[in-house]
Nanobody
Framework: VQLQASGGGLVLPGGSLRLSCAAAGRTSRTGTMGWFRQPPGKEREFVAAFRWDGSSTNYADSVRGRFAISRDNAKNTGYLQMNRLEPEDTAVYFC????????????????????WGQGTLVTVSS
């Protein structure tokens, strides 16, 4: 599987962006996709994740209620809809994938993911 993330850019505070992550070569019906971000000068942090079987999603406290994660199984693509963006959301956003159906408590741990996309930069600034 190879991941291709896209959709980043410059947006005003309060604006919206939608990131996409296409999973080329994915054939399994199981697995988990996660979104992480790395703000300038900071560590990588968990944003959101879903299981391809649709059983559940989870979010970091900092984005819950503003961001929404979704998927299109037919296109093997995951999405991260980001609303009410804040300057603190500025970061390089990465999507990651594993064939395992991760339980909720494991989805925020980067080492559980096997494949990572190249990252897409989101800048929130006036």
């Amino acid at each position: 599987v190879q991941l291709q993330a896209s959709g980043g850019g410059l947006v005003l505070p309060g604006g919206s962006l939608r990131l996409s992550c296409a999973a080329a070569g994915r054939t399994s019906r199981t697995g988990t996709m996660g979104w992480f971000r790395q703000p300038p000068g900071k560590e990588r942090e968990f944003v959101a994740a879903f299981r391809w079987d649709g059983s559940s999603t989870n979010y970091a406290d900092s984005v819950r209620g503003r961001f929404a994660i979704s998927r299109d199984n037919a296109k093997n693509t995951g999405y991260l809809q980001m609303n009410r963006l804040e300057p603190e959301d500025t970061a390089v956003y990465f999507c990651a994938s594993t064939m395992r159906n991760l339980i909720t408590s494991s989805r925020a741990i980067p080492s559980y993911y096997d494949v990572w996309g190249q990252g897409t930069l989101v800048t929130v600034s006036s």
